[in-house]
């Protein structure tokens, strides 16, 4: 089952530029994550926003959360070229002990 | 430092050969999980444990065995490989199941 998807598919920008991602899920969630997977390696850990907070940062990243649109943004400020990699949303099923994975946005900053 | 470890990173084999590949985490987590990734398709849960000896199938869970006998170990077996088993595979583990989860670096798995 999916439950988070990302928009767009993919996205190339120029280093220094903002890179915004969209992800858009379907049920009540308690939290929402968002995760770096550079090129066949393992996921990597970003950000975890919580159902009943609407904005977290950390470093470069910026993470939103709309629960009444079931969507969440994704904003890396200042691109550099190591930031070139899939990004992922994450979400739960409320009640449910389990992660489930949109397909995910590739990311590629042109030096 | 905190890690999930799977060996082997690369495998080729044949149909119908057993094959096991291994997971283990260092820091105690309780919730583990296997996930095969592949193109179009995104990351899909083959089979996750909430704790030793408790397992249950995810959403892709035909031609796949796991065993939870340890809290750090998490193997995933196929007894049987067919070619529609070639794809890339995590294991990853947390605390709980919606927590922050920590990946392996993958096994990406030819059946021929």
């Known amino acids: 089952s999916q439950q988070g998807e990302e928009d767009p598919q993919a996205l190339s920008i120029q280093e220094g530029e903002n890179a915004t991602m969209n992800c858009s899920y379907k049920?009540?969630?308690?939290?929402l994550q968002w995760y770096r997977q550079n090129s066949g390696r393992g996921l990597v850990h970003l950000i975890l926003?919580?159902?009943?907070?609407r904005e977290k940062h950390s470093g470069r990243l910026r993470v939103t959360l709309d629960t009444s649109k079931k969507s969440s943004s994704l904003l890396i400020t200042a691109s550099r070229a190591a930031d070139t990699a899939s990004y992922f949303c994450a979400t739960d099923d409320q009640g449910a002990q389990k992660l489930v994975f949109g397909q995910g946005t590739r990311l590629t900053i042109n030096p | 430092e905190a890690q999930v470890t799977q060996n082997p990173r690369y495998l080729i084999t044949v149909t119908g050969k057993k094959l096991t590949v291994t997971c283990s985490q260092n820091m105690n987590h309780e919730y583990m999980s296997w996930y095969r990734q592949d193109p179009g398709l995104g990351l899909r849960q083959i089979y996750y444990?909430?704790?030793?000896?408790?397992?249950d199938k995810g959403d892709v869970p035909e031609g796949y065995k796991v065993s939870r006998k340890e809290k750090r170990n998490f193997p995933l077996i196929l007894e049987s490989p067919s070619p529609n088993q070639t794809s890339l595979y995590f294991c990853a583990s947390s605390q709980k199941g919606n927590t922050e989860a920590f990946f392996g670096q993958g096994t990406r798995l030819t059946v021929v």
């Open positions: 049920t009540s969630i308690n939290n």
């Open positions: 926003i919580r159902s009943n907070e």
């Open positions: 444990s909430m704790n030793v000896e408790v397992t």
